[in-house]
């Protein structure tokens, strides 16, 4: 169906559908913070950053995909080095001092994309690794019948 386009005649000026106002408030009203919790999740295959406030409220969020990167690339430390310089940039642009890291994964880019967040010149509170281990591992399988 496509978004309508709605034309002000008094000025000839064409708006998408909805309150361009509302877009703008919420741009300017981003939320400032100074602590934050920088989150890191590496696998094999990419690597996501996300910022959030102390409480775990979501305020910024990049990935290697999103940069650009495709295939195999995603997963390389070079691209994990590039989103963590996207993300202390939308650090600083929300006024954010130091963080507390929390690495979660086994891929290439969990360190790549930490040394070019702090190379920003963010603090670094903490750094603790939350990747999930298993205890007892899954269900062994059947036995095989012969």
Same mark, same amino acid.
């Given at each position: 169906?496509?978004?309508?386009?709605?034309?002000?005649?008094?000025?000839?000026?064409?708006?998408?559908?909805?309150?361009?106002?509302?877009?703008?408030?919420?741009?300017?009203?981003?939320?400032?913070?100074?602590?934050?919790?920088?989150?890191?999740?590496?696998?094999?295959?990419?690597?996501?950053?996300?910022?959030?406030?102390?409480?775990?409220?979501?305020?910024?969020?990049?990935?290697?995909?999103?940069?650009?990167?495709?295939?195999?690339?995603?997963?390389?430390?070079?691209?994990?080095?590039?989103?963590?310089?996207?993300?202390?940039?939308?650090?600083?642009?929300?006024?954010?001092?130091?963080?507390?890291?929390?690495?979660?994964?086994?891929?290439?880019?969990?360190?790549?994309?930490?040394?070019?967040?702090?190379?920003?010149?963010?603090?670094?509170? #903490?750094? #603790?690794?939350?990747?999930?281990?298993?205890?007892?591992?899954?269900?062994?399988?059947?036995?095989?019948?012969?």
């Amino acid at each position: 169906m496509g978004k309508k386009r709605i034309t002000d005649e008094t000025e000839g000026k064409v708006a998408q559908s909805g309150n361009p106002k509302v877009a703008s408030a919420r741009k300017s009203g981003r939320r400032q913070s100074s602590t934050g919790v920088l989150n890191i999740q590496s696998t094999y295959n990419n690597t996501k950053l996300m910022l959030c406030d102390p409480r775990g409220n979501a305020l910024s969020w990049s990935s290697s995909g999103s940069l650009g990167f495709k295939g195999a690339k995603k997963g390389t430390p070079f691209a994990a080095s590039k989103v963590g310089e996207i993300m202390a940039e939308s650090a600083i642009s929300i006024g954010m001092k130091e963080v507390d890291v929390k690495i979660s994964g086994v891929g290439a880019g969990r360190e790549s994309a930490l040394r070019s967040f702090m190379a920003k010149g963010i603090g670094v509170m #903490s750094i #603790s690794d939350i990747t999930p281990i298993p205890h007892n591992g899954p269900r062994a399988p059947r036995a095989r019948r012969v």
